[in-house]
């Protein structure tokens, strides 16, 4: 079992910036894929971007060049910069954490991007 512990969500005006944090506690596995998922009222969860235990990374279109994806493997952390925040990133932010066949959640962060 993995848990997942989210922190850095909250209120922010356009043009703003938040750092989102999750740390990985339980069996975890040297190789595993860390990412970030969100889903606004009335939609599907979407991805984000993933980072492996290797560094390599992807994003959504929707999201490249404002926000970036990183990770502590020492930490088990992964951590989610959002800057240039608008209004429609607003969602509840999920970290996501998957090795071998498993896939584990955290509870959810709200992200909130309004004047």
């Known amino acids: 079992q993995v848990q997942l512990v989210e922190s850095g969500g909250g209120l922010v005006q356009p043009g703003g910036s938040l750092r989102l944090s999750c740390v990985a506690s339980?069996?975890?596995?040297?190789?595993?894929?860390m990412g970030w998922y969100r889903q606004a009222p009335g939609k599907e969860r979407e991805l984000v971007a993933g980072i492996t235990s290797g560094g390599s990374t992807n994003y959504a279109d929707s999201v490249k060049g404002r926000f970036t994806i990183s990770r502590d493997n020492a930490k088990n952390t992964v951590y989610l910069q959002m800057n240039s925040l608008k209004p429609e990133d607003t969602a509840v932010y999920y970290c996501n954490f998957v090795q071998t066949y498993f896939t584990f959640w955290g509870q959810g962060t709200q992200v909130t991007v309004s004047s």
């Open positions: 339980g069996s975890i596995f040297r190789i595993n894929v």
